[in-house]
């Protein structure tokens, strides 16, 4: 069984570059997540989807900040213009969506952002 | 917003002890779940808990939950060095709606 995987594991970019990272959820499962984490805290929400739709957006950082899910497989998160400030490691989860056994959720190993 | 917070925020214990760790939530909820994160890595999920439960159990953890106090504890018995990882707490904000994590607890485990 492939877990969720995350394309690149580290990204080193220099601020102002636009930077996209990619999420490909266990094959099964309907909702995606990304979010965010930076040293010391736990992972903070940004945005998911369910299929292709994007039910939560109001989270995104800032409007620096974009997600897509087209097909309703794997989604890309999108960072225009970085700021320092953006470095952290961003985190893709996928689950199914059980309405009455909980929403547990799979992690991949997150993308490492630096921004110089 | 944080739904949940883990106290302690860090604990160093011996090989062999136990480790409790707690989390407080804000609002009423339909299950919580416990996750654990080695250094640099993803979110491993370890246990998840319903309202309706009072204490669950899987290996050498054990999880209690309290409606009424709005908390939650999360006990790793006979704790080895390879427990050494941070651990958060995560309910949803209503019904099916995505998890939201607490600042976690770091754990030590010496050996």
């Known amino acids: 069984d492939t877990g969720v995987s995350q394309d690149p594991r580290h990204k080193i970019t220099k601020r102002g570059q636009n930077v996209t990272f990619r999420c490909d959820p266990i094959?099964?499962?309907?909702?995606l997540y990304w979010y965010r984490q930076t040293l010391g805290q736990g992972p903070e929400f940004l945005t998911y989807f369910q299929n292709e739709a994007q039910l939560e957006k109001s989270r995104l950082l800032s409007d620096r900040f974009s997600a897509e899910r087209p097909k309703g497989s794997f989604s890309t998160l999108e960072i225009q213009r970085t700021e320092q400030g953006d470095s952290a490691m961003y985190l893709c989860?996928?689950?199914?969506?059980?309405?009455?056994?909980?929403?547990?959720?799979?992690f991949g190993e997150g993308s490492w952002l630096t921004v110089v | 917003s944080q739904q949940g917070e883990e106290d302690p925020q860090a604990l160093s214990i011996q090989e062999g002890e136990n480790a409790t760790m707690n989390c407080s939530y804000k609002?009423?909820?339909?299950?919580l779940q416990w996750y654990r994160q080695n250094s640099g890595r993803g979110l491993v999920h370890l246990i998840l808990?319903?309202?309706?439960?009072r204490e669950k159990h899987s290996g050498r953890l054990r999880v209690t939950l309290d409606t009424s106090k709005k908390s939650s504890s999360l006990l790793i018995t006979a704790s080895r060095a390879a427990d050494t990882a941070s651990y958060f707490c995560a309910t949803p904000f209503s019904g099916n709606t995505p998890l939201v994590f607490g600042k976690g607890t770091r754990l030590s485990v010496i050996a």
């Open positions: 808990i319903r309202s309706n439960e």
């Open positions: 989860a996928s689950s199914t969506l059980w309405q009455n056994s909980g929403n547990t959720i799979y």
């Open positions: 609002t009423s909820i339909n299950n």
């Open positions: 094959s099964e499962h309907n909702r």
